[in-house]
C-alpha cells in the first residue's frame, strides 16, 4: 500500500484587542451586546465618511509581526477589496493586498519528539472584519457590530505534516498571542479563527497535489476533527483511482461531515481596487526597533512558558 504525506497550510485570523475599531471610535469588543449597537457612519460605510487609522491596530500588528519574525515593512498600504455580501454594508473591505505590515517569517513549532517544525509565515496583513450574518428559518439577520473590528490575518507556507500537527500549531500561536498581549485569541467568541488547505501526496515527493480548503474554523478540536476526515477522504478517493478536485468544504460539527460549499458563497466576485483612500501605516524607525527588541526577550524568556 502506498504511504502517503499530509500537507496542510493555515490561513488564519487573530481579533486585535484594541479598545475601539480600527477606522473609528465605535467599542471594537461587542461580545454579549445587542445587535447593531455598536456602529457608526464610518464602520457602516455611509457616503462621505473618512477612516482615520487606529495607530495602536499597526503597534499591535507589528509586535505580532516580531513575534513571528517577520520583516516588519515601514510602509504598508491599505486597499479596497470590493466584493457584495449582505453583511458587507459598505460593498468593500478594506485590507492590505500588496504592501503589507509583515512579510515573510515563520514560527518554530515544538514537535513531541523534541525537534521542531519550523513553519513559515508568506504573509500577515490588517484588515477590517465584516459583520455576522445570521440565518434564521425563512430568513437572514443582520448585525454590523463587527463591521471594521481590527483582524490579522496570516497565511503560512504549507509546512504543516498532519491535522495533529495543524491543531498544536494553532494552540501554539493562540498562546503566543495572549502571552505578547495583542489578543485574547478566544476562538468561541470568534475572535480567532482559521482556515485550512488540505492536501497529500506519496512519501518523498516533492509535487504538490490539488488542495481542498476547510473553511471558517473556530474550535481547535473541532478543526482537528475535520482535517483528520478530509485526509482520510482523500487517501480513500487516490486508493479508489480517483482525482482530488480543488473543493470548498464546510465541517458540521454535529453530524461529523464535511459537505462542499455552495458556489454563491465561495465565488464572490472580487475586484482590488488600488485606490489608496487611507493613509499608509508608517512605522518610525525608533519605535519598530522598540517593538523588535521587546519581542526577541519575550522569545528568549517564553520559550519555557509556551
Ligand atoms: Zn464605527
Given at each position: 500500500m502506498t504511504d502517503y504525506e499530509t500537507v496542510i497550510g493555515l490561513e488564519i485570523h487573530v481579533q486585535l484587542n484594541?479598545?475601539?475599531k480600527i477606522f473609528c471610535s465605535c467599542k471594537a469588543d461587542s461580545w454579549?451586546?445587542?445587535?447593531?449597537?455598536?456602529?457608526?457612519p464610518v464602520c457602516s460605510g455611509q457616503p462621505g465618511v473618512l477612516p482615520v487609522l487606529n495607530q495602536v491596530v499597526i503597534e499591535k500588528g507589528a509586535t505580532l509581526a516580531a513575534a513571528l519574525n517577520a520583516e516588519i515593512q515601514p510602509v504598508s498600504y491599505f486597499d479596497r477589496k470590493n466584493y457584495f455580501y449582505p453583511d458587507l454594508p459598505k460593498g468593500y473591505q478594506i485590507t492590505q493586498y500588496d504592501?503589507?505590515?509583515?512579510m515573510g517569517g515563520y514560527l518554530d513549532l515544538p514537535l513531541e519528539d523534541g525537534s521542531t517544525r519550523r513553519v513559515g509565515i508568506e504573509k500577515l496583513h490588517i484588515e477590517e472584519d465584516a459583520g455576522k450574518t445570521i440565518h434564521k428559518p425563512g430568513r437572514r439577520l443582520l448585525d454590523?457590530?463587527?463591521?471594521?473590528v481590527p483582524l490579522v490575518e496570516m497565511v503560512t507556507s504549507?509546512?504543516?505534516?498532519?491535522a495533529d500537527e495543524a491543531a498544536d500549531f494553532i494552540r501554539y500561536l493562540r498562546k503566543l498571542v495572549r502571552w505578547i498581549g495583542?489578543?485574547?485569541?478566544?476562538m468561541e467568541k470568534g475572535k480567532m479563527r482559521f482556515d485550512a488547505n488540505v492536501s497529500i501526496r506519496e512519501k518523498g515527493s516533492k509535487v504538490l497535489n490539488p488542495k481542498t480548503e476547510i473553511k471558517n474554523m473556530n474550535s481547535i478540536e473541532h478543526g482537528r476533527e475535520a482535517m483528520k476526515a478530509e485526509i482520510k477522504r482523500q487517501i480513500k478517493e487516490v486508493e479508489a483511482g480517483g482525482v482530488i478536485e480543488s473543493w470548498t468544504l464546510d465541517w458540521d460539527e454535529e453530524n461529523k461531515t464535511l459537505s462542499k460549499m455552495r458556489s454563491k458563497e465561495t465565488e464572490l466576485i472580487t475586484a482590488i481596487l488600488k485606490s489608496r483612500t487611507c493613509w499608509p501605516s508608517v512605522l518610525m524607525k525608533g519605535k519598530s526597533r522598540r517593538l523588535l527588541k521587546a519581542c526577541r526577550s519575550f522569545l528568549t524568556s517564553a520559550k519555557s512558558v509556551l
Open positions: 484594541t479598545n475601539s454579549g451586546d445587542p445587535p447593531n449597537t455598536n456602529i457608526c504592501l503589507a505590515l509583515g454590523f457590530n463587527r463591521c471594521g504549507p509546512d504543516l505534516r498532519s495583542v489578543s485574547d485569541a478566544d
